[in-house]
């Protein structure tokens, strides 16, 4: 057996190559000896001796690292994320050839894939958990501050790894949707967007002034997390917002889905109320399941009335383009007095646009260069001054992008006119909500979730407002 080789287990780090897992693990808080084993004169490799037992083991050189400490990492004004999941890191170390050691509370980890985030949203966190600590010395009983107050107070000092620690980042994680988006309610282009964004992102902000549609909007996204198989709060505090909402709902026939909750005396009056009578009658309707024909269709008709949304949008911005070329082209002559040079070209705007943007360098045109905007520009010869030849050219930008534009607007309104928007919405949205109905008919046939419509008392409703936890 030859020398016995000292490990310090907080200096250095000895890594053994597992074969079957095709990985290198830090084995230094399990090796309790360790020498160099010799064959026939030449070093070949490491016995090693493990912790609660005798046996030794032989390992190869190449079976075997052992890494030195390189430095300590200040972790105090950072996060550490071991394979993208943040960990409790009490002490970070650095090692040789790019490895690291993290401890926690709980246990050690050893390896690569590590990386360091900013926690400087702790300060804001402290900061919400300071206010609600004011709030819940001057909150009246049982009032919504109080509550307020008490959810923060019951977080942990350090952030979970949830919505909220997002939010105090400042950023937004995509989620996986599969779902297909359905439509229900009214909605346009822009809000189909904002709830195919909402459902795709842990965050999201919706914003605009009264009557633009976020109410229909909200409910559209209520219809899609539903049928998404997930649950849905609705929270503000503006109690009108809220209450257009759950009206809505009530006139769509669905506030059987809701408890309108906030106010005790709103908590009480829900569960107080028979709410029975209208899921009976919802389930009286007893709508029919979509076909695959119909599945199928309202695909179709959903790609349709996009095309159609898109067309609409694409021909106002178009509009507004024509207008505002068609103010540049008149500034245009009332600044040029005569057209220096009487040019015939048939390029595209694109095309007139690129020539300009080279005729305006100040590097030196070449004869092939001149002789193909000669060509293109139908110029018998090269002996225009480049000034009057940019005027020129700008003339025949304005007439091709008119030109472009025009048609462009003539068409898009040829195609919309052949569309019967009204009708395929109106065909579309039954579709939707057939589809929507169905869906929670399959949810309370199949028991996946907790009955809605049951008593609840006071003394129920005051626990479960204490056991509140943040998700």
Known sequence: MGERIPIHSDHQAVLLYNTPRDCWEDKSGSITAMYEAYYYGNHTGYDIYFRGGDKKFFYLLGKVKILSRIQSIDIRKQDVYVAGHRVNAQQVDAFEEGYFRVHTSVRTYFGKELSFKSNQYREIFRYFQALAGYAAGVAKENSPLSFLSQS???????????????????????????????????????????????????????????????????????????????????????????????????????????????????????????????????????????????????????????????????????????????????????????????LKGSLSSAGYMSLISRLQEPRKLWFYERWLMAYRLRLKRWNADINALIQSIEQLYYISRTKELTQQIASNRHYLKQQNKEQITKELQVLYRRSLEQHILNIIASNRIEPLLRVITSMTLRHFYRDIRWC
């Open 152 to 342: 923060y107070l019951r977080l942990e000092k350090e952030v979970p790894d949830s919505v909220l620690l997002d939010y105090l980042q400042g950023s937004v994680r995509l989620i996986p949707h599969q779902e297909r988006l359905i439509l229900p309610f009214d909605f346009n282009q822009s809000q189909s967007r904002a709830i195919t964004a909402a459902m795709q992102h842990n965050i999201s902000v919706i914003e605009g002034p009264p009557g633009t549609g976020k109410t229909q909007t909200i409910l559209n996204l209520i219809a899609n997390i539903l049928y998404a198989g997930k649950n849905c709060a609705v929270i503000s505090n503006n109690n009108t917002a809220v209450e257009n909402v759950y009206e809505k709902l009530e006139e769509e026939q669905l506030s059987f889905l809701t408890a309108s909750l906030g106010r005790k005396t709103n908590v009480i009056q829900f569960f107080e109320n028979d709410q029975q009578a209208l899921l009976t009658a919802f389930l009286e309707q007893q709508p029919t399941p979509l076909t695959e024909k119909e599945l199928k269709r309202m695909d179709a008709l959903s790609q349709t009335i996009r095309r159609i949304q898109d067309i609409e949008v694409e021909t106002a911005v178009l509009e507004s383009q024509l207008i505002e070329l068609q103010h540049e082209k008149r500034y245009y002559e009332l600044i040029t007095d005569n057209i220096p040079l009487k």
